[in-house]
């Protein structure tokens, strides 16, 4: 199972939107509504920002939303801020009922 | 409040075999499925398995299919993942989750992360 597609680093001023994108295949991420999204801030365990594709776990700021199309799932930041710089992977369940996830991406925010 | 610790940072030998434990406290263990995920230094996150603590069952990458073994207590709420034939790549953060599986997946309690080092 390779790895889902994620640019390595996406940047933003403070106040800005920016998007992830996350590219898989029609036997993950396409083929069902079961991709969350985790940040990870330097040497800590990551963290669930966003379950089946688009909703927040308690606690998660609506700064974050997800959203699907095809093979790709998205992660938008809105009004980013400073406390957003992080690392954010994508994860998806698959057809062999293993899950994989992203090559991760690095957000700057400048 | 819900929490999985996770066992002391392990140094071993090429060839060698570790066992990670991970327990779990103020939720019912067998309502959530562990994954064990790990990150190499400077690297992203890898998925290794999962297991089932109410039945048992578990579901392994194929990458890891012949070297790993993930096993559960239940009576003291504990997980655990067993690597055998160590080699230096496998120096690397692991990490246990909780995740409740069914209709809402996703890992939404993770562990401290343990620390296995491979080294002669």
């Known amino acids: 199972q390779s790895a889902l597609t994620q640019p390595a680093s996406v940047s933003g001023s403070p106040g800005q939107s920016i998007t992830i994108s996350c590219t898989g295949t029609s036997s993950d991420v396409g083929g069902y509504n079961y991709v969350s999204w985790y940040q990870q801030h330097p040497g800590k365990a990551p963290k669930l920002m966003i379950y089946?594709?688009?909703n927040r776990p308690s606690g998660v700021s609506n700064r974050f939303s997800g959203s699907k199309s095809g093979n790709t799932a998205s992660l938008t930041i809105s009004g980013l801020q400073a406390e957003d710089e992080a690392d954010y992977y994508c994860d998806s369940y698959t057809s062999s009922g293993a899950y994989v996830f992203g090559t991760g991406t690095k957000v700057t925010v400048l | 409040q819900v929490q999985l610790v996770q066992s002391g940072t392990e140094v071993k030998k090429p060839g060698a075999s570790v066992k990670v434990s991970c327990k779990a406290s103020e939720y019912t263990f067998t309502d959530y499925y562990i994954h064990w995920v790990r990150q190499a230094p400077g690297q992203g996150l890898e998925w290794m398995g999962w297991i089932n603590p109410k039945s048992g069952g578990t579901k392994y990458a194929q990458k890891f299919q012949d070297w790993v073994t993930m096993t559960r207590d239940t009576s003291i709420s504990t997980a655990y993942m067993a690597l055998s034939r160590l080699r230096s790549d496998d120096t690397a953060v692991y990490y246990c989750?909780?995740?409740?599986?069914?209709?809402?997946?996703?890992?939404?309690?993770w562990g401290p992360g343990t620390t296995v080092t491979v080294s002669s």
């Open positions: 989750a909780r995740d409740p599986g069914g209709s809402s997946p996703g890992m939404d309690v």
């Open positions: 089946n594709v688009s």
